[in-house]
């Protein structure tokens, strides 16, 4: 009796890792961490940002073509720069009958140097009413490892 009472003990403790290590990789696929102070006030640098994505392991969470308005926050591959971009869409424009965003930082003076397109998204932050869901500061643990 006792061996099988130790082995559901055993069976529970795997389970217990086995869902913490789920929602681990489901949770980090849903923070960016915020690179440069380009979006302060709304953020700053060392911030993380939870977002939803268009694609988190095969499901899309929202489309980057409809679901993407003026005043959102997204995160997009840029053309300029290396790493993921976090920055405000300030306009959405018909270019050559495709859809394009026109996006900023809120604390740079200029736009993006180029019009977004919806594939280039790859997720926005959350908004809780007309709050951004941030977690201040806890990247800057990740900023440090990846020398930035």
């Given at each position: 009796?006792?061996?099988q009472k130790s082995n559901v003990n055993l069976y529970k403790e795997i389970l217990s890792y086995a869902v913490i290590l789920i929602l681990a990789v489901l949770?980090?696929?849903h923070l960016s961490v915020v690179v440069s102070g380009s979006m302060e006030p709304s953020f700053y640098r060392g911030?993380?940002?939870?977002?939803?994505n268009v694609d988190t392991y095969g499901i899309q969470e929202f489309n980057p073509y409809t679901d993407v308005n003026v005043n959102d926050v997204v995160v997009y591959n840029a053309k300029w720069?290396?790493?993921?971009v976090i920055h405000r869409v300030i306009d959405i424009q018909?270019?050559?009958g495709s859809k394009?965003?026109?996006?900023?930082?809120?604390?740079?003076?200029?736009q993006d140097p180029y019009p977004v397109?919806?594939?280039q998204i790859k997720s926005k932050v959350i908004k809780i009413g007309n709050s951004?869901?941030?977690?201040p500061k806890l990247g800057y643990i990740t900023l440090l490892f990846r020398g930035l």
């Open positions: 009796m006792n061996k949770l980090s696929a911030d993380i940002v939870a977002t939803e720069y290396s790493e993921p018909q270019i050559n394009y965003y026109i996006i900023k930082g809120d604390n740079n003076e200029v397109s919806p594939d951004l869901l941030i977690i």
